[in-house]
């Protein structure tokens, strides 16, 4: 059964910070790229960040500088710190996985929500 599971999201101030996880099976861990994907209400849904097997990063020019995505391959577990938080980053934090490069998705996690307050 192939499983990303996101944990972490949750409501936070203005120019707080929140960590979220997402530990992946396997099969959708070794040797796949992988990154997190924002859906705010009424929007498309957005790349963050991603990060390679090798541990090349890559974010969007909204988050960088204060997102960190990071990644445990022995954990099989991938993380994205948010820092100095936006009402703006409101939005349904998603886990994605990539067998290719460029990234392009072909598993998703459920979902976390991440809720900034100002």
């Known amino acids: 059964q192939v499983q990303l599971v996101e944990s972490g999201g949750g409501l936070v101030q203005a120019g707080g910070s929140l960590r979220l996880s997402c530990a992946a099976s396997?099969?959708?861990?070794?040797?796949?790229?992988m990154g997190w994907f924002r859906q705010a209400p009424g929007k498309e849904r957005q790349f963050a960040a991603s990060?390679?097997?090798?541990?090349?990063?890559y974010y969007a020019d909204s988050v960088k500088g204060r997102f960190t995505i990071s990644r445990d391959n022995a954990k099989k577990t991938v993380a994205l710190q948010m820092n100095s938080l936006k009402p703006e980053d409101t939005a349904v934090y998603y886990c994605?996985?990539?067998?290719?490069?460029?990234?392009?998705?072909?598993?998703w996690g459920q979902g976390t929500q991440v809720t900034v307050s100002s």
């Open positions: 994605a996985a990539s067998s290719t490069w460029p990234f392009k998705s072909d598993y």
């Open positions: 396997e099969r959708t861990f070794k040797g796949y790229a």
């Open positions: 990060i390679r097997w090798t541990g090349s990063t």
